[in-house]
């Protein structure tokens, strides 16, 4: 298999959950166990290779979270380390860390750097301190303005900013404000997510007066014609780039590409050299993985069976605004064209899908969820 891979590091401590997460992650109660997470992780990582049975080419590392930028330089460093001895790292693979205003600092950003994270990822969200403090956050908008500042000069030149809208009470203008504050930057990516009601979160069981749908859809209309303005082309359903700073490890994942995961709750998905797709996943609480990988506790493997492929392929594939090309669809799942029938074909017909590639047309990926519904097993 000569693709290169993605490695996903998942570091589950936040200070504290925010009301509308649904993520893994879990508040911080104590010191945060650096040394015997990072301990886990290294060996986590070499049984997954035993599993394995061959050692793969990494081309994007992302470490995510909750927050990474709660563990320091020295851990990052040791974990990075770690896994260099490992595995083979591409030289240009990407290395991008996630990071929240108000757990960091320049000392911190620079020590990140050193330690050979080349990609930042700041979770944002805005910049009002009215609306970060409805999202829960820890941070205000003085400190999102200062981890931007802190990223650049710490010599970052690789720096994606997430921004949500739709937020408690937001009025247009106040989202619109938001993403030209975040422009004042040369941030090179920009991850804008409408906030939405997740099952199982605070926000959930206690909702907040979210603007009206019509709203927002005119909303997020003007936001992305602003980002493109600057030259942030949208690329994927919630993603923006500068020419080629596209994120390779979230592509990776889009064209069904092979990825490792470790960690709490971290999955993996690679496709056999005999024909089959299979995931992997470790346990969600931080204490029960570090028991699991103390002892010796392989991952659990989750076959994708072929009935489910058309549908788990073109879920991620048909997010990307330019698609795939059908030999991604052969290539990624081991299956004939023929198995995304009947239902390729009807949506060609009604416009839906272009017919040169697996892409959406604009009308089309205005109904991106009806669309990727058609493949489910049960979709015809």
């Given at each position: 298999?000569?693709?290169?891979?993605?490695?996903?590091?998942?570091?589950?401590?936040?200070?504290?959950?925010?009301?509308?997460?649904?993520?893994?992650?879990?508040?911080?109660?104590?010191?945060?166990?650096?040394?015997?997470?990072?301990?886990?992780?290294?060996?986590?990582?070499?049984?997954?290779?035993?599993?394995?049975?061959?050692?793969?080419t990494i081309g994007s590392l992302f470490l995510g979270g909750g927050t990474p930028s709660l563990f320091s330089p020295e851990a990052i460093e040791r974990l990075l380390t770690g896994i260099r001895q490992q595995l083979s790292l591409t030289p240009d693979c990407e290395i991008t860390l996630e990071a929240n205003p108000g757990t960091?600092?320049?000392?911190?950003?620079?020590?990140?750097?050193?330690?050979?994270?080349?990609?930042?990822?700041?979770?944002?969200?805005?910049?009002?301190?009215?609306?970060?403090?409805?999202?829960?956050?820890?941070?205000?908008?003085?400190?999102?303005?200062?981890?931007?500042?802190?990223?650049?000069?710490?010599?970052?030149?690789?720096?994606?900013?997430?921004?949500?809208?739709?937020?408690?009470?937001?009025?247009?203008?106040?989202?619109?404000?938001?993403?030209?504050?975040?422009?004042?930057?040369?941030?090179?990516?920009?991850?804008?997510?409408?906030?939405?009601?997740?099952?199982?979160?605070?926000?959930?069981?206690?909702?907040?007066?979210?603007?009206?749908?019509?709203?927002?859809?005119?909303?997020?209309?003007?936001?992305?014609?602003?980002?493109?303005?600057?030259?942030?082309?949208?690329?994927?359903?919630?993603?923006?780039?500068?020419?080629?700073?596209?994120?390779?490890?979230?592509?990776?994942?889009?064209?069904?590409?092979?990825?490792?995961?470790?960690?709490?709750?971290?999955?993996?998905?690679?496709?056999?050299?005999?024909?089959?797709?299979?995931?992997?996943?470790?346990?969600?609480?931080?204490?029960?993985?570090?028991?699991?990988?103390?002892?010796?506790?392989?991952?659990?493997?989750?076959?994708?069976?072929?009935?489910?492929?058309?549908?788990?392929?073109?879920?991620?594939?048909?997010?990307?605004?330019?698609?795939?090309?059908?030999?991604?669809?052969?290539?990624?799942?081991?299956?004939?064209?023929?198995?995304?029938?009947?239902?390729?074909?009807?949506?060609?017909?009604?416009?839906?899908?272009?017919?040169?590639?697996?892409?959406?047309?604009?009308?089309?990926?205005?109904?991106?969820?009806?669309?990727?519904?058609?493949?489910?097993?049960?979709?015809?």
């Open positions: 298999m000569t693709e290169a891979w993605g490695l996903y590091v998942h570091l589950p401590w936040c200070v504290r959950k925010c009301p509308y997460c649904d993520f893994n992650s879990h508040a911080l109660k104590g010191s945060l166990p650096e040394r015997s997470y990072v301990t886990a992780l290294l060996e986590d990582l070499r049984q997954q290779v035993e599993t394995l049975g061959f050692t793969p960091v600092e320049y000392r911190r950003f620079a020590g990140f750097h050193h330690a050979g994270v080349n990609r930042l990822s700041l979770g944002l969200q805005s910049f009002s301190d009215e609306k970060l403090r409805s999202l829960g956050r820890i941070h205000d908008g003085r400190e999102a303005r200062q981890a931007l500042d802190a990223a650049f000069a710490a010599g970052f030149r690789r720096v994606n900013g997430d921004l949500m809208f739709g937020l408690p009470d937001q009025q247009p203008e106040e989202a619109m404000a938001d993403v030209e504050t975040l422009l004042l930057w040369p941030v090179d990516h920009v991850s804008l997510y409408q906030l939405t009601l997740e099952p199982n979160t605070l926000f959930a069981h206690q909702p907040p007066a979210l603007p009206p749908h019509d709203q927002l859809a005119a909303l997020h209309a003007g936001l992305i014609q602003r980002l493109e303005t600057a030259g942030l082309r949208r690329y994927e359903v919630s993603a923006f780039a500068r020419e080629n700073q596209h994120s390779r490890h979230n592509v990776n994942y889009w064209r069904f590409g092979h990825y490792l995961g470790i960690g709490a709750g971290a999955h993996g998905k690679w496709h056999t050299r005999d024909g089959h797709t299979l995931r992997s996943l470790r346990p969600r609480h931080p204490q029960a993985y570090q028991q699991a990988i103390s002892d010796r506790v392989p991952p659990a493997l989750q076959p994708v069976t072929r009935a489910d492929l058309p549908f788990e392929f073109m879920l991620n594939a048909l997010r990307l605004t330019d698609g795939v090309a059908m030999s991604r669809f052969r290539q990624a799942t081991g299956l004939p064209a023929s198995a995304l029938e009947p239902a390729l074909s009807r949506l060609r017909q009604q416009g839906l899908i272009q017919h040169a590639r697996l892409a959406c047309t604009r009308r089309g990926y205005a109904f991106l969820d009806d669309v990727v519904a058609a493949f489910l097993p049960d979709g015809d």
